[in-house]
């Protein structure tokens, strides 16, 4: 486990920066402190989680599933769990590793049955 106070700084500095209308590079900003909150703690996994979302808003695919993979290492609420293996499971799918992503998706729906993303 690393610095998880430094950790949780970095990630509530980036939800702010997000929110900062008046900064036209709000989103690189953000992603730099979301990426700090991973190398700070890298046990802290809903920091990998929100890399993985933000890799994904950028199209990086591979990189993405990497992050999603690395937040399945750390300890999460199941709900959270859930979710990163939702995003994992699409993510896979348009890597066209089908029979993983699938199987990342049931186990979704095995965690958290409401999941609506992971039912479409």
């Known amino acids: 486990m690393g610095n998880r106070q430094a950790a949780i700084g970095f ?13 036209q590079q709000r989103k690189e900003h953000a992603f730099n402190l979301f990426v700090s909150a991973c190398h700070a703690d890298p046990s802290f996994g809903e920091a990998f989680y929100q890399n993985g979302c933000n890799l994904w808003d950028y199209t990086l695919t591979a990189a993405s599933v990497a992050s999603f993979r690395k937040a399945l290492e750390c300890e999460m609420p199941n709900r959270l769990r859930a ?4 995003n994992l499971g699409w993510q896979l799918h348009q890597l066209g590793q ?3 992503g699938r199987a990342a ?3 979704a729906l095995r965690l958290d049955s409401s999941l609506t993303t992971a039912w479409t």
């Open 11 to 23: 990630f509530n500095q980036g939800v702010a920066a997000l929110q900062d209308q008046a900064n």
């Open 98 to 100: 089908i029979a993983e």
């Open 83 to 86: 979710k990163t293996f939702c």
């Open 105 to 107: 998706t049931e186990e």
